[in-house]
């Protein structure tokens, strides 16, 4: 007899819809790893995702919700010209997201070169 918590093979391959709060997750663990790879402001970030840059503001803006922390490098005398820095991954392991990356990007709808 099958276990009640065993899925059917179609269950297993449809792809599940997420809840907005895993997608928002999703996304600042995504925006994190892009940052701790090289350096990125608002519009190098929004031209790499494709997500508006009000959403990235916001989700940077609430990194500290999961215990990250980020901060903006000003580089420059314009108060845009910098770049952002992750300061702390706190709880975040970033080699899951290494090992997840592909599976988060069809999360977010993201295709990355």
């Not at 940077?60 to 845009?80: C, P, S, T, W, Y």
């Amino acid at each position: 007899m099958e276990s009640s918590h065993s899925l059917s093979v179609a269950q297993a391959i449809a792809p599940q819809p997420i809840s907005k709060a895993h997608k928002a997750f999703l996304r600042k663990i995504f925006l994190c790893h892009l940052i701790h790879q090289q350096q990125h402001n608002l519009l190098s970030l929004h031209q790499l995702t494709k997500m508006p840059r009000r959403t990235i503001q916001d989700t940077l803006a609430a990194m500290l919700d999961i215990g990250v922390e980020i901060k903006f490098v000003q580089d420059g005398e314009r108060h845009n010209a910098g770049y952002y820095q992750l300061i702390d991954w706190g709880p975040i392991n970033p080699q899951w997201i290494e090992l997840n990356l592909e599976d988060i990007c069809v999360s977010l709808d993201i295709e990355i070169a």
